[in-house]
């Protein structure tokens, strides 16, 4: 099976940095990589699919990049209602797996 | 659209219960559908999935135990959980994707408001 990776699994920082999360998968996975935000009480929403398409409404500071195994999800310029926990998804072994990621939690500093 | 989970309960350890979940704006039919958990103060989990042709996948977690399925004259997915244990403590997702783009790589872009489950004596 394909194991998913997510580093920091946390951090602090201010409104205004620039954020990036990474996500490693233990194997190939092309371009197979989605990334989804996630707030208390909230179920989670896409932001990013096949690791660099922005969804449809998901403002612009939000990019993906990479391929294969590492993939990065970035924020640009965070804002305040941005924090929130961030998962990575695979899909390359769908649909007998779609592995999430551990998730990465965004915390006001 | 929008997709409405209910049936989530405080069920004893062995117990079974039955989740469902009525899509609007869209047919369950002409798209595949999930379940996904996530346990209390932890990640998400790909629980089952069933495809328009009404083939289905388990993880191995919950294999043999939960059977999903669906009524289309309903337009509702349903996941019948069998044989529960403490781990299957969780809130239930139903979702899916709706756009082509979305659907190949299994990127949910409609999620429910999630029902919880609760197994404990």
């Known amino acids: 099976d394909i194991q998913m990776t997510q580093s920091p699994s946390s951090l602090s920082p201010s409104i205004g940095d620039r954020v990036t999360i990474t996500c490693r998968a233990s194997?190939?996975?092309?371009?197979?990589l989605n990334w989804y935000q996630q707030k208390p009480g909230k179920a989670p929403q896409l932001l990013i699919y096949?690791?660099?398409s922005l969804q449809s409404g998901v403002p612009s500071r939000f990019s993906g990049s990479g391929s294969g195994t590492d993939f990065t999800l970035t924020i640009s310029s965070l804002q305040p209602e941005d924090f929130a926990t961030y998962y990575c998804?695979?899909?390359?072994?769908?649909?007998?797996?779609?592995?999430f990621g551990p998730g990465t939690k965004v915390d006001i500093k | 659209v929008q997709l409405v989970e209910s049936g989530g309960d405080l069920i004893q350890p062995g117990g079974s219960l039955r989740l469902s979940c009525t899509a609007s704006?869209?047919?369950?039919?002409?798209?595949?559908m999930g379940w996904v958990r996530q346990a209390p103060g932890k990640g998400l989990e790909w629980v089952s999935l069933?495809?328009?042709?009404?083939?289905?996948y388990y993880a191995d977690s919950v294999k043999g135990r939960f059977t999903i399925s669906r009524d289309d004259s309903q337009n509702t997915l349903f996941l019948q959980l069998n044989g529960l244990r403490a781990a299957d403590t969780a809130i239930y997702y139903c979702?899916?994707?709706?756009?082509?783009?979305?659907?190949?790589?299994?990127?949910?872009?409609?999620w429910g408001q999630g029902t919880t489950v609760t197994v404990s004596s």
């Open positions: 998804q695979q899909s390359y072994s769908a649909p007998r797996a779609l592995t």
């Open positions: 096949a690791a660099s």
């Open positions: 704006g869209f047919s369950v039919r002409g798209t595949y």
């Open positions: 979702a899916t994707s709706l756009r082509p783009a979305l659907k190949r790589h299994y990127a949910v872009d409609v």
């Open positions: 069933i495809y328009s042709g009404g083939t289905t």
């Open positions: 194997r190939n996975i092309d371009t197979y």
